[in-house]
């Protein structure tokens, strides 16, 4: 692994975490163009995720902090009796990022296997790719959403999760999927990007605290500290790109943009895959 493809993969992984194009198809295909090998893969992924966290604490620090003190303030109400009190905007976020968190751990734990599967199938990432660009397609055509956090109601955060949930498919976008749902379920434009990225804390520490467990189990760790310091730096800086980009795709409706994109590069590689089968 050179630091050139560390850079490249950080990007990768940065720009379509976050932005609608789905960042397991894009890294699984960046992969198979750089000739990775099988045995780095894994490993640099897994670390590539810490960046992308840092890049989301950036942009939302003051939210993140927020909900740290409001979670503490909330154990300290239910533990002297006060129970659960969610009159707090912080603390009704919190309270729905965590329920928003259950569908997708119990889907990523059940189905992990299956949609890892995926990943070594040039087919299923294409298919996913143009049901992304649809799903945003039709969320930002039928989208007139007014709720804010007071408004917003614990279906919508299970419908938002099961949303995430999907996402575990290589080729079908996290925010992209979590975005969808946020839109369809009413929420409006500001709390959809906010909910959207925040979920994401507890999916990707999650998902990458397992995938250390499986690096550490197999010992793939062939990459040296300072190629894995520049993808993970890397990947933060073009993650901070990809929120602030994507917070102001959302508010002026541009998302059908990544619609097309995600139509032509999932065509591009079903046609690709048929001709190479």
């Known amino acids: 692994m050179t630091i050139l493809k ?15 194009v789905s960042s397991s198809g894009h890294l699984a295909l960046t992969q198979m163009i750089l000739k990775i090998p099988e045995n780095q893969v894994l490993f640099i992924t897994t670390m590539l995720h810490f960046g992308t966290l840092i890049s989301i604490i950036g942009v939302y620090y003051k939210d993140v902090t927020m909900l740290v003190v409001e979670f503490f303030r909330t154990i300290k109400d239910i533990l002297t009796g006060k129970g659960l009190k969610l009159h707090n905007p912080y603390r009704r976020l919190g309270f729905f990022i965590i329920l928003a968190s259950i569908p997708t751990a119990i889907i990523g734990l059940s189905l992990k296997d299956f949609f890892e599967s995926l990943f070594s199938m040039t087919k299923a990432i294409g298919i996913s790719l143009v049901i992304t660009g649809t799903l945003l397609w039709i969320a930002e055509k039928y989208n007139n959403g007014k709720k804010d956090i007071q408004k917003m109601n614990s279906k919508d955060a299970l419908v938002v999760g099961f949303f995430q949930a ?48 499986d690096v550490l189990e197999t010992g793939n760790m062939n990459v040296s500290g300072n190629v894995t310091l520049v993808g993970i730096v890397s990947a933060a800086i073009f993650g901070f790109i990809a929120i602030k980009s994507m917070i102001r795709f959302v508010k002026e409706k541009k998302l059908y943009y990544f619609s097309y994109y995600t139509w032509t590069v999932g065509i591009g590689v079903l046609l690709y895959s048929f001709w190479h089968s």
């Open 166 to 213: 999907f996402a575990i498919t290589p080729g079908v976008s996290r925010s992209g999927s979590t975005i969808v749902g946020s839109l369809l379920m009413g929420l409006n434009k500001e709390l959809t990007v906010k909910f959207s990225f925040l979920i994401s804390l507890p999916a990707v520490i999650g998902a990458t605290l397992l995938e250390v467990k």
């Open 6 to 20: 560390a850079i490249i993969l950080g990007m990768v992984q940065g720009l379509t975490e976050f932005l609608p």
